[in-house]
Every structure is written in structure tokens, then in C-alpha cells.
């Protein structure tokens, strides 16, 4: 009744996220050695050492765990349900919906909602514009593909509008949402998203066993008693709430939707959504690029949206040039 292989994948990506998660909080321009770090596990220390991590690298990590997870699930649900590993929030135009209105609720064009609530509004409307788009072909099939990166496009010129015409103040203050950052995330916003990650998980795990049947076709899938309409609806909400608080945290960075899934789909069974190997793949993803993006240049930092581009971009090649990119 337990496979095996998700269990030793679980177990496997969670060693693996622990360690990649002391070394976040290792390293930097100031180095906590590994016995130092556990003298503040404990709650000793010394004070530059417990203000470096506490203060500074602890929240970041944080959030680097949340808004990788929160973006991996979205894009495992989005995939399995359109049977397509191409259809995540990122290429398929939530994420820059998200971030659209995110920078409108910054750059101050008469919304005055907090950059949560834009997020997860601009996510919702930019999902709802791409089905409406690709009626008749639902959500399956390279329309819907299309019709979310026609989608995108639009919110990424209206974001760039919305940049060009405002104060250069308000411009840098809205730049990391343009780009995906952790470094100037929201006070809130991590919070708003471990509460949405809270209640968003269990429902992504109970909709997996849906999402399993409706891999076939959708008369067996009715067949076999999955109420089809319904759990689109519901598959589709879950990720765009998932997406719009990530995008509030940390700017669109949608290629971890991307890796993410795949990365759990290789070491898992084929028989299951990998929704818990999802969680903990995209959170290891986003923790090693945000690191990566700290120590490649120190004392300068590369966004953790640019390091994932410049890893995601030739995977994303990898699978279009393959003989069949749909699931």
C-alpha cells in the first residue's frame, strides 16, 4: 500500500533540504561555522553570529521554503491537470498577472490594496482571461498554452508601462517584483503565504488522487467517479492562490514551477502526483539559487529570479525540444 520510491524520494529530498538549508545559514560574507550555528540552536552564542542568523538569513530562509514550495505545487497541479509539463503558472501567464498588479499597488496607479491581495488578485484575473481565451479547448491542449502566454505578455508590457511613467522611487521599490527577489520581500507577506501554504497543502494532496484519474480521459475519469467540472474549478483555484502569495513574497519567479516538478517526477513512482516531493523540491531549488545569487559575486547579489532563469531557461529548451513535451 506504500510505494517505496516516494517514500526514499521523500526521505531523500528532505536530507538533502536540510543540509542546503545549514548551509544557507552558514554562509555569507560573515561565515557561522557549523558549531557556532548549533551553539544558537541551543541558544548560545555570541551576539554578531545570533543577529546574523536570526535577523538577517533565518526569515529570508523562510521564505525561500515557502514561496519555493508554494510555486512547485502550483505548477505540479497546473501540469497534471492540463497534461502538459509546459502549462505552469509562469509560462501560462499567472505569475505575471500577479506581478502586475503587485507593482500597480506600489507605483500607486488608484489601487491602494496591499501587494498580498493585489497578487492574489492579478494571479486570479490573469487565469481566468487565459480559459476564457482557450474555450473549447479547456484546459488541455497547446491553446491553452498559447493563450497564457498571449496572456502574459500583456501583463509583462503593463507592468513596464506602469514602471516607465512613475517616480524613480517608486520604480526601484516595485523593481524586485519585476524580477523575482527575496532580498526585499514584504514584512507580511511570508506570513500571509505560510498561512496559504498552510491551508493550501492538504487540499493539493487530497485533490492528487483526482488529478491521477483525470490523466485519462475525461469519460473514464467521470467513469470512475471524479466530478471533472468541479475539480478543474478547484485545481485551478489552489494554484492561483498558491501563486499570487508567492509572487507577493518574492516577484515571479516561474521557472521553479518548472524544476520543481520535474525534479519529483524523476525520483518518484509515475503512478502518483508527486505533490510532497513537489513542496520539497522547489523549496530545495529556490533555497540553492538564492544562495547561489549571494555568494556567486559577493559582496554582490543576483536575484534568485535571474539564477533560476539562467538554470531553468536551458531545461525549459530541453523539454521543447523533446519528441513529446505533453504529459
Known sequence: MIDQRNVAALLTLSVVLLVASMAYLSLGNITVTPA??????????EAMPRF???????????????????????????????RNRLATPGIIGIDNGATAFAVASVVGVGLSLAPSA????????AAVITFGLSVGGGARGYRFIVAGIG????????????LARSAIDLANAAWPWTVGSLNSRPPHATLV????L??????????????GLMRFSDAVATSLGVPIQRRR????????????????VAGPIGMVSLIGPEIARSLGSPRQVPILASALAGALVMVLADLC???????LELPVGIVTAVVGGPWLLWILLRSSPSR
Not at 519555493?68 to 491537470?81: D, E, I, N, S
Not at 493585489?118 to 484575473?125: I, R, V
Not at 496572456?151 to 506602469?162: C, D, I, K, P, S
Not at 498552510?198 to 488529478?211: F, I, N
Open 233 to 248: 474549478v478547484q485545481v485551478l483555484v489552489t494554484s492561483v492562490v498558491l501563486t499570487g502569495l508567492a509572487v507577493a
Open 151 to 162: 496572456v502574459g505578455a500583456v501583463f509583462a508590457a503593463l507592468t513596464q508601462l506602469m
Open 193 to 196: 503565504l505560510l498561512i496559504g
Open 52 to 82: 546574523v542568523v536570526e535577523q538577517l538569513r533565518l526569515p529570508r530562509l523562510v521564505a525561500a521554503l515557502a514561496t519555493g514550495a508554494a510555486f512547485a505545487v502550483a505548477g505540479c497541479l497546473m501540469q497534471t491537470l492540463a
Open 36 to 45: 557556532a550555528l548549533w551553539q544558537l540552536i541551543r541558544g548560545e552564542g
Open 198 to 211: 498552510l491551508l493550501g497543502m492538504p487540499v493539493a494532496v487530497w485533490l492528487a488522487r483526482s488529478l
Open 118 to 125: 493585489m497578487a492574489l488578485a492579478g494571479a486570479a484575473t
Open 293 to 299: 545569487g549571494r555568494l556567486m559575486l559577493a559582496p
